[in-house]
């Protein structure tokens, strides 16, 4: 879980720059918003037990996940590309753990290490449908790393009062500064070892649609609610 020794010196000076920006970008995002967390029964549990699970949301989400969950030494699947090494950096600096590898390269391996670090007691988060797509898809990483473990998945989501939402194939959202910000943490989902892995995918691709359903119900409820 280190960054990649094999970089050219200019590699290692662009990633550097990249990364420092990167968490500077982060931080005023972050500061700058009004964070308010929305956190099921089941995962307060989970996290009053110290049971190691799963963090799942979908890939538009993980830039104000970054900030929100930093220093929580969560375990995050990174590409072994250069810009998965600008990733990793970057969040290291923020606390987190990397596996890297991806569906495309060295996928197997990173699953392996997520499995091992679930059953070593550590958190660790999946963004099922990336990092290509489609969109709102299931990838059977996350199904099958849950059954190995038989960690719960905890959905997670946020909404935004002022968010640029891009037009990239995850629709990725970009909260702007000053504006407020529910992160909802959904009921635990456990998979199973037996479960069809298509209809436990379906299972989750709801669940964590209905987190961000319910941080958008919060955020408007807080919104009807505040001082004008």
């Not at 997520?114 to 990483?141: M, N, W």
């Not at 910000?181 to 037996?194: N, Q, R, Y």
Request: aromatic share 8%; proline share 5%.
């Amino acid at each position: 879980m280190t960054v990649s020794s094999s970089l050219s010196p200019r590699q290692r000076m662009i990633a550097a720059l990249v990364s420092w920006a990167g968490w500077l970008i982060l931080q005023i995002l972050g500061r700058t918003s009004r964070i308010t967390f929305s956190n099921s029964r089941g995962y307060l549990e989970l996290m009053e037990r110290r049971q190691p699970f799963i963090y799942g949301f979908w890939h538009r989400f993980q830039l104000l996940l970054v900030y929100s969950h930093r220093f929580r030494r969560i375990v995050v699947l990174v590409s072994q590309s250069f810009d998965g090494e600008l990733i990793a950096r970057t969040i290291h600096r923020l606390g987190f753990l990397t596996a890297r590898g991806s569906s495309s390269r060295g996928g197997a391996r990173a699953l392996v290490t997520l499995i091992r670090e679930l059953q070593e007691a550590r958190c660790v988060a999946f963004t099922p449908d990336g990092p290509k797509g489609p969109y709102r898809s299931v990838h059977q990483g996350l199904i099958l790393a849950a059954q190995k473990t038989g960690a719960p998945i905890v959905p997670l989501a946020w909404a935004g009062s002022r968010v640029k939402e891009l037009s990239s194939w995850d629709r990725f959202m970009i909260p702007k500064p000053f504006g407020r910000v529910v992160v909802c943490h959904g009921d635990p989902v456990v998979i199973p070892a037996d479960e069809d892995r298509d209809l436990a995918a379906q299972r989750v691709q709801r669940a964590l649609d209905d987190a961000f359903r319910k941080a958008q119900d919060e955020l408007l409820a807080l919104s009807k609610t505040a001082p004008c």
